[in-house]
C-alpha cells in the first residue's frame, strides 16, 4: 500500500494526517471519567460509611477543611492513576501494529499484505477489543479495590459489595461511551486511509455490531443500568436502616438528593451515548442520500464513503457496486453513441427492440459521393479521411436537425431514416427538409475546399416511404442495427438514378403522396430500377 494523498472528490487522505494521540485521550478519559461518576455516586449515598466519612468532615471542621479535602482529592487522583496506566498500556499494545503501519506509510515505504490485513482487521476490532479489556479492569479492579478497604477495615464487606457492583455498572457505561468514541475516531481517519474502497465486510476476522445490537445496548446502558443502579442503593440503605437511628425526614432528603445526583449523571451519559449512537446510524445514511443525490444530476464519479461493516456498511457496498456499474454503462453509452445514434442506441439499451425485428413506417434516405474513385486515387489516405469525415459531419448534421437519424456510413455512402425506431407524423416532410439542407451544407462546404484550393464534391440523394422491418441483425455473438425490405432497397436505386438523370436530389412518388406541402420539384418518366418489377416514378427537387 502506497502513500496516499489527499483528493477533493474521493475524500481520500494521507497516513501524514491521521494520528493515534485522540485515541489515547479517548482511553484515559473514559477511565477518568468513571471514577469520578463512581467517586460522586459513592459520595451522595446516605449509607453509614458515607455518613461517618461526613462526621469525621465535621470533627476536622474544628481546625481547618483543607487537609481533610486534599486527601480526599488525593485519593481520588491515585485511583484515577492506577486504572488510566493499565488502559494506556492496552491501547499502545492495541495500537502497536498500527503505529508501525502508520510509520511506514509516512516515509513512503510499502507495506506487506499479510500485514496490511492484519491491521485492517485490527482497526475494525479495535473497540471491541478495547471495550472487552475495560470492561474487565471495571470489573476486577474496584472489586481489588473495595475488598483491600474491607481487609483494612475501611469499610464493611457489604458495602464495599455494593460499591464494588456499583463501580462495574459504571464502568459498562463508560465503556459503550468509549466503544462509540472510538468507532467515531477510526471512521474519521484509521478507516479510510486503510479502506479506501470500502468493503470492510469481507474482512476475515473482523467483529461488527448490527443496528439492532447499537439500540439494544443504548437501552440497556442508557436505561436499565441507571435503574439497577437506583435499586441497588435504595435496598442497601434500607438494609442499613434501624428504626431510630435517622429521622425520616433526614431520610427522605437523603435518598432524594442520591436520586438527583444519580438522574443528573445518567441523564448526561444517556444523551452523550444518545448522541453517538445517533451519529453512528445517521452519518453514514446521511453520507448515502447526499451521493445518491449526486448520482441522480448524473456525476458517476461519487463514492459512498463505506466506514463500517455492519447492514449500512453492506449498503454502502452494493451501493458503490451499482454506481461503478452505472458508470460502466454510461461509458459504454456515450461511446455506443458514437457509432449509432442516440435514439438507435437507446433502442438497443432499453431492449426494446425484438430479436425478429418489427415493422415500422418511415422515409429512407441514401446520400453517396459522386465520383469519388478518382478522388481517392489521387489523394493520399490521410487527407481522403479528413475530408470523408467532414463530408459525413455537415450532411449528419443537415439530417439530424431535421430529426432524421443516420443508420450507417458506409464507404462514401450514408443510409439514413426519419421515423423509425422513433416514429413522428410528417417524415416525409422532415427528409425532403433535410435533402434540401444537405444541398445547402454541400454548397458551402465546396466553397470552402474551393478556396483551399481542393476539389469540390458532389453527391446524390434519394428518397422513398414506406414499410421497413427494423431490428438486430448480424451473427449471436455481434449484432447491428438494420432496415430491411423493399423500401430500402427502392431508395437504394433512386440514389443510383441521380447519376443517370443528371441531379442531386430525387424523391419517390410514395413520399411525394406523404407531404404536407408541396416542395419545387419535376415529375420524370417512368423508370425502371434493377431489382424492382415495377416501374417507379420520381421526382426531382429543384
Known amino acids: 500500500m502506497k502513500k496516499r494523498g489527499r483528493t477533493g472528490e474521493s475524500g481520500e487522505i494521507s497516513a501524514s494526517e491521521v494520528s493515534l494521540t485522540g485515541l489515547y485521550i479517548i482511553s484515559v478519559k473514559a477511565m477518568a471519567i468513571g471514577v469520578a461518576i463512581v467517586f460522586v455516586l459513592n459520595l451522595a449515598t446516605p449509607t453509614d460509611f458515607i455518613l461517618e466519612r461526613f462526621a469525621d468532615l465535621k470533627a476536622a471542621a474544628g481546625s481547618s477543611y483543607a487537609p481533610v479535602v486534599a486527601r480526599r482529592l488525593l485519593g481520588l487522583f491515585l485511583i484515577i492513576l492506577v486504572i488510566a496506566v493499565?488502559?494506556?498500556?492496552?491501547?499502545?499494545?492495541?495500537?502497536?501494529?498500527?503505529?508501525?503501519?502508520?510509520?511506514?506509510?509516512?516515509?513512503?515505504?510499502?507495506?506487506?499484505?499479510?500485514t496490511l490485513e492484519k491491521v485492517r482487521r485490527r482497526i475494525i476490532n479495535l473497540p471491541f477489543f478495547f471495550v472487552g479489556i475495560h470492561v474487565c479492569i471495571w470489573v476486577l479492579l474496584p472489586a481489588?479495590?473495595?475488598?483491600?478497604?474491607?481487609?483494612?477495615?475501611?469499610?464493611?464487606?457489604?458495602?464495599?459489595?455494593?460499591?464494588?457492583?456499583?463501580?462495574?455498572?459504571?464502568g459498562f457505561i463508560t465503556s459503550s461511551v468509549a466503544f462509540y468514541r472510538i468507532e467515531d475516531y477510526c471512521r474519521k481517519g484509521l478507516i479510510p486511509l486503510f479502506f479506501p474502497e470500502g468493503l470492510l465486510t469481507?474482512?476475515?476476522?473482523?467483529?461488527?455490531?448490527a443496528i439492532g445490537r447499537r439500540i439494544r445496548l443504548f437501552y440497556g446502558m442508557g436505561i436499565v443500568l441507571p435503574l439497577v443502579v437506583l435499586l441497588v442503593t435504595l435496598i442497601t440503605v434500607q438494609w442499613e436502616l434501624t428504626p431510630g437511628s435517622m429521622p425520616a425526614r433526614?431520610?427522605?432528603?437523603?435518598?432524594?438528593?442520591?436520586?438527583v445526583v444519580l438522574c443528573a449523571i445518567f441523564l448526561v451519559s444517556a444523551g452523550i451515548l444518545n448522541r453517538l449512537v445517533t451519529r453512528s446510524i445517521l452519518a453514514p445514511l446521511e453520507n448515502i442520500l447526499q451521493v445518491n443525490t449526486r448520482i441522480?444530476?448524473?456525476?458517476?464519479?461519487?463514492?459512498i464513503k463505506v466506514v463500517s461493516n455492519d447492514e449500512i456498511g453492506v449498503l454502502g457496498d452494493s451501493g458503490n457496486a451499482m454506481i461503478r456499474g452505472l458508470a460502466e454503462r454510461e461509458t459504454l453509452r456515450s461511446a455506443f453513441g458514437r457509432y449509432v445514434t442516440p435514439e438507435i442506441r437507446d433502442e438497443i439499451l432499453s431492449g426494446r427492440i425484438p430479436l425478429e425485428g418489427e415493422r415500422r413506417e418511415g422515409t429512407m434516405?441514401?446520400?453517396?459521393?459522386?465520383?469519388?474513385?478518382?478522388?481517392?486515387?489521387?489523394?493520399?489516405?490521410?487527407?481522403?479521411?479528413?475530408?470523408?469525415?467532414?463530408?459525413?459531419t455537415r450532411m449528419q448534421q443537415a439530417i439530424r436537425l431535421h430529426r432524421g437519424l443516420v443508420i450507417q456510413f458506409?464507404?462514401?455512402e450514408i443510409e439514413a431514416v426519419f421515423g423509425v425506431p422513433v416514429y413522428f407524423e410528417n417524415h416525409a416532410d422532415s427528409a425532403v427538409?433535410?435533402?434540401?439542407?444537405?444541398?445547402?451544407?454541400?454548397e458551402i462546404l465546396n466553397r470552402e475546399r474551393t478556396a483551399e484550393g481542393k476539389t469540390a464534391f458532389a453527391h446524390g440523394i434519394g428518397v422513398h416511404s414506406g414499410s421497413v422491418l427494423a431490428g438486430n441483425s448480424g451473427s449471436e455473438e455481434q449484432s447491428a442495427y438494420c432496415l430491411i425490405g423493399n423500401t430500402v432497397n427502392v431508395a437504394a436505386r433512386i440514389q443510383g438514378l441521380t447519376r443517370e438523370i443528371g441531379c442531386d436530389i430525387l424523391i419517390s412518388e410514395e413520399t411525394v403522396k406523404q407531404l404536407s406541402a408541396s416542395p419545387k420539384m419535376g415529375q420524370e418518366p417512368p423508370r425502371r430500377v434493377k431489382g424492382y418489377s415495377k416501374s417507379i416514378t420520381v421526382y426531382r427537387l429543384l
Not at 459522386?370 to 470523408?388: A, K, L, Y
Request: proline letters at 4%; aromatic letters at 12%; one cysteine or more.
Open 144 to 170: 481489588l479495590i473495595f475488598f483491600v478497604s474491607y481487609l483494612l477495615r475501611f469499610m464493611d464487606m457489604r458495602t464495599a459489595v455494593v460499591f464494588s457492583i456499583r463501580a462495574s455498572m459504571v
Open 86 to 114: 493499565p488502559s494506556l498500556f492496552i491501547m499502545h499494545g492495541l495500537l502497536r501494529p498500527v503505529s508501525h503501519c502508520l510509520t511506514r506509510m509516512k516515509n513512503g515505504l510499502e507495506v506487506e499484505g499479510h
Open 202 to 209: 469481507g474482512l476475515k476476522g473482523a467483529q461488527h455490531l
Open 410 to 412: 458506409v464507404g462514401d
Open 433 to 442: 427538409r433535410a435533402a434540401l439542407e444537405m444541398r445547402k451544407a454541400l
Open 365 to 392: 434516405m441514401f446520400a453517396d459521393l459522386q465520383n469519388f474513385t478518382p478522388f481517392v486515387e489521387n489523394n493520399p489516405p490521410e487527407e481522403v479521411m479528413r475530408s470523408m469525415r467532414t463530408y459525413f
Open 296 to 303: 441522480r444530476q448524473g456525476d458517476y464519479h461519487a463514492r
Open 250 to 259: 433526614e431520610y427522605g432528603d437523603r435518598i432524594i438528593v442520591f436520586t
